[in-house]
C-alpha cells in the first residue's frame, strides 16, 4: 500500500534551489517509490556544475562553477529498464563584489 503523500507524479519532480548562488553546494533531490527500493538514480548536470556526491542515488550535492544556465536531469533505471528524462534548468547567481573600503568621516 504507498503511503497517502505518494503519487505517479511524484517521482519527476526535482526538487532544489533553481537560482543558487556561484560555488554553492546545492542539494537535488527527487522522492522514492517506497515499493521499489532497488531503483537507481542516473543524474547529468550542466557543464558548469560539479556533481559532488549522490551519483545513484536519489538525493545529490552539485556545485556551480559558472552563472551559465544549464540543464539537470535524471533517469530512473529499474533493472535495466529506464525512465524518460526529468529536467530542470538551473541558472547561478553571481556573488555580489565586496564593498568598498569604509572611510571614516
Same mark, same amino acid.
Request: charged share 5%.
Given at each position: ?7 505517479? %507524479? #511524484? *517521482?519527476?519532480?526535482?526538487?532544489? $534551489? ?7 553546494? !546545492? ?29 545513484? %542515488? #536519489? *538525493?545529490?550535492?552539485?556545485?556551480? $562553477? ?7 536531469? !535524471? ?31
Amino acid at each position: 500500500i504507498y503511503p497517502a503523500w505518494w503519487t505517479a %507524479s #511524484n *517521482s519527476t519532480v526535482i526538487t532544489g $534551489t533553481l537560482n543558487p548562488c556561484l560555488n554553492d553546494d !546545492v542539494t537535488f533531490s527527487v522522492p522514492i517509490d517506497p515499493l521499489r527500493p532497488g531503483l537507481v538514480f542516473q543524474w547529468s548536470v550542466p557543464g558548469n556544475s560539479i556533481l559532488l556526491s549522490g551519483q545513484g %542515488s #536519489n *538525493s545529490i550535492i552539485v556545485r556551480f $562553477t559558472s552563472v551559465t544556465p544549464g540543464q539537470l536531469c !535524471v533517469i530512473v533505471n529499474d533493472v535495466g529498464c529506464f525512465s524518460n528524462a526529468t529536467c530542470v534548468t538551473v541558472i547561478p547567481n553571481q556573488i555580489p563584489a565586496a564593498p568598498g573600503t569604509i572611510i571614516k568621516n
